[in-house]
């Protein structure tokens, strides 16, 4: 549960490379919200760092990479404790492809990062989190992890995989916490252009979401555990 009596909270976001994640996290800062946030490039890490300012964080790490996560995660940890509120968006997207003609590396790495990484994440947030038995865990997952579409078999795979890991994970967390799949919607993103193309213009940009969506975020609690949620 996230102590709504703080005026600032401490929100983990993977992804913040661009799109939602980026989207998710200068909003949170804007709402004086402490943010420490990950980034799939140094690049990018300091892009995302110099347009929040300190005292949030952003450092680049690999998700599929369990001891690059383990040092994140304990640098986070050290300086602010565990989060309120943990959100697993990094993801990748295999091209546009039937499933044989997908490679096999191409594969693994839609695996790596989409379910790997998550778990990677979450390992190494959470022992804490279960200990002090309050904040919000929320695993990014798609439409296309309740319904499918050709030539993104790989990517829907990994989506209906984190929401069945999240909803098991709903039934190990102690009271007073909460897990919760999330489908984000139709975004105008990096991601959906490569699936969509120039229709892609007809969604809401990062954003126009994330406007909506992180006062929603705030708003979850130990009432939506295991819920299978979709955002405004």
Known sequence: MIDKKRSSRVIVIT?????????????FARR?????????????????QSALGEPHRVEAVDVSDGVRVAEWAAAVRAQWGP?????????????????????AGEFDRVVDVNIKGVANVLRHFLP??????SGVIVNFSSGWGRS???????????????????LA????LPAGMAAVPLNPGII????????????????PTAG??????VPFLLGLGPRDNGRQLSAP
């Open 15 to 27: 992804g913040v490379s661009r799109g939602l994640g980026r989207a998710m996290a200068v909003e």
């Open 169 to 172: 994970l709903a039934q190990e």
């Open 83 to 103: 989060p309120d509120l943990l959100l697993n968006n990094a993801a990748v997207i295999n091209p546009n492809g039937a499933l044989w003609k997908v490679a």
């Open 188 to 203: 105008n993103t990096d991601m959906l252009r490569s699936c969509f193309g120039a229709a892609a213009q007809s969604y």
């Open 32 to 48: 004086g919200h402490m943010v420490a946030g990950c980034a799939r490039t140094a690049v990018a890490a300091c892009e995302v």
């Open 148 to 166: 499918t579409s050709p030539e993104v078999a790989p990517y829907c795979a990994t989506k209906w995989a984190v929401e069945g890991l999240t």
């Open 208 to 213: 126009e979401w994330a406007e909506r969506a």
């Open 128 to 133: 804490e989190m279960v200990r002090r038995k």
